[in-house]
Structure formats: structure tokens, C-alpha cells
């Protein structure tokens, strides 16, 4: 089973930039995907980004250009770098993982971004 928990979520205001980490943590070795979803409120959770162990990445086209994820495969970290933020990128950003040879998928609890105008 593989732990994940966030940090950096927080308010900002339009057209500033966050940093979202995540760490895992349990049975790491087997992770091939780490990512991000964010859920915001009466809207269905939606991919942001995500990377693969090879580094092999994949964004949402809403954050195109205005997102880096990056992953320590070692530490078996994720960070989300967001810049030129919305009101709309409000919601609660989600950290996820995948291990296909076990066919499952981990999920942390979630970190709360606000965007105010």
C-alpha cells in the first residue's frame, strides 16, 4: 500500500504561483505514474497533470504552459508548479499514483488552492 500526502496548497491571489508537493511513502518501488487531479466544488474531478517514472509527461490542456510537474523517482516525490493562476484553478488538488503490475492506484487526501480575483 502506498501513503501520499500533500503540501502547498493556500490562497493566492490571480496571476500568482504555487507549488504543490507530494510524498509517498509504503510500498513505493512498484509506482509507475504519480500525478495530480483537483475536484472543484459541484464539478467531477479532473486530471491536471501527470508523469510517468520515465518522465514521460502529460497536462491537462487548461494548464498547458502554465504547469510543471516534476517527480525524485528516488524520494518518490511529485511537485506541481503552477503559474499564472485563475479563479477558475480553485479547488482541492488531489495527489494520485498507479502501479500497474499490482493494478492499483493511491490517492492522497488533498490540499485546498484558492484563487481569488
Known amino acids: 500500500q502506498v501513503h501520499l500526502v500533500e503540501s502547498g496548497g493556500g490562497l493566492v491571489r490571480a496571476g500568482g504561483s504555487l507549488r504543490l508537493s507530494c510524498t509517498a511513502s509504503?510500498?513505493?518501488?512498484?509506482?509507475?505514474?504519480m500525478g495530480w487531479f483537483r475536484q472543484a466544488p459541484g464539478k467531477q474531478r479532473e486530471l491536471v497533470a501527470s508523469?510517468?517514472?520515465?518522465?514521460?509527461?502529460t497536462y491537462a490542456e487548461y494548464v498547458k504552459g502554465r504547469a510543471v510537474i516534476s517527480t525524485d523517482n528516488a524520494r518518490a516525490t511529485v511537485a506541481l508548479q503552477m503559474n499564472s493562476l485563475k479563479p477558475e484553478d480553485t479547488g482541492v488538488y488531489l495527489c494520485?499514483?498507479?502501479?500497474?503490475?499490482?493494478?492499483?492506484?493511491?490517492w492522497g487526501q488533498g490540499t485546498q488552492v484558492t484563487v481569488s480575483s
Open positions: 494520485y499514483c498507479r502501479r500497474w503490475a499490482r493494478g492499483d492506484e493511491s
Open positions: 508523469i510517468r517514472i520515465d518522465g514521460t509527461a
Open positions: 509504503g510500498s513505493t518501488s512498484g509506482i509507475n505514474v
